[in-house]
């Protein structure tokens, strides 16, 4: 059942004077065994970091793995409705490609190929990218690319020993925190669903 203490405190941050609903709260990871033992030994995804934010007017719950406080290559999100959600839905991953990996996608002229490589074993094709559009100094270019993910490929991801994504001749290896977060989202969309 979706935690009371998680949609209360969501509710809250939507519908208190002053609270964009914009902003994001910090979650504590929940522990529950379908989550714990899909994660197995990677269960350690409390550890990991996942915010959450409630828009009362479509009553929609986002998840997101990015901080805040530092530069992330990877990041994961999920949108849920609330407070009735049960199953898990498609996540988005996002990589952040910067300097000449962004020079070689953007006169690209269709939609990049991308791949993601587990364990650098074999590669599974990913659906379509989204490129997003970033405006600023040239110096700065930082392009987002985003892949819809299956639950079951999050898990993988979370579990894995390495985590790669190839758009084109680009790439990006997700980090020991970055696959942390990827499990404790798992986690949060597991534990906190009613079904």
């Known amino acids: 059942m979706l935690s009371r203490r998680l949609l209360s405190l969501l509710v809250v941050c939507a519908t208190t ?8 709260k910090n979650l504590v990871i929940p522990h529950c065994q379908a989550a714990d033992s899909a994660l197995g030994p990677k ?6 970091r996942v915010r959450a934010r409630y828009d009362s007017v479509s ?3 986002t998840f997101v793995t990015e901080l805040a406080d530092r530069v992330s290559s990877l990041t994961a999100s999920a949108l849920v ?4 959600w049960t199953g ?7 990589i952040y490609l910067r300097g000449k ?3 070689q996608l953007v006169g690209l002229g269709r939609n990049p190929k991308a791949t993601l490589a587990i364990n650098d074993s074999s590669s599974l094709e990913l659906d379509a990218v989204t490129l997003g559009r970033f405006v600023g100094p040239k110096a700065m270019i930082i ?4 892949i819809l993910v299956s639950p079951a490929t999050l898990l993988e991801m979370a579990r894995a020993r390495s985590v790669t994504i190839r758009v084109e001749q680009s790439s990006v ?4 925190k970055e696959q942390r977060d990827l499990g404790a989202l798992y986690a949060v969309l597991v534990c906190s669903r009613t079904g």
């Not at 004077?17 to 994001?24: R, S, Y």
Request: hydrophobic share 45%; aromatic share 2%.
């Open 173 to 176: 290896s997700a980090s020991a």
């Open 101 to 103: 990996q962004v020079e």
């Open 43 to 48: 269960a350690g995804a409390f550890r990991g």
């Open 17 to 24: 004077p002053g609270v964009a609903n914009a902003q994001l």
């Open 59 to 61: 009553k929609m719950i």
């Open 81 to 84: 409705e609330s407070p009735t």
């Open 88 to 94: 898990i839905p498609p996540i988005e991953i996002t």
């Open 143 to 146: 392009l987002p690319a985003s």
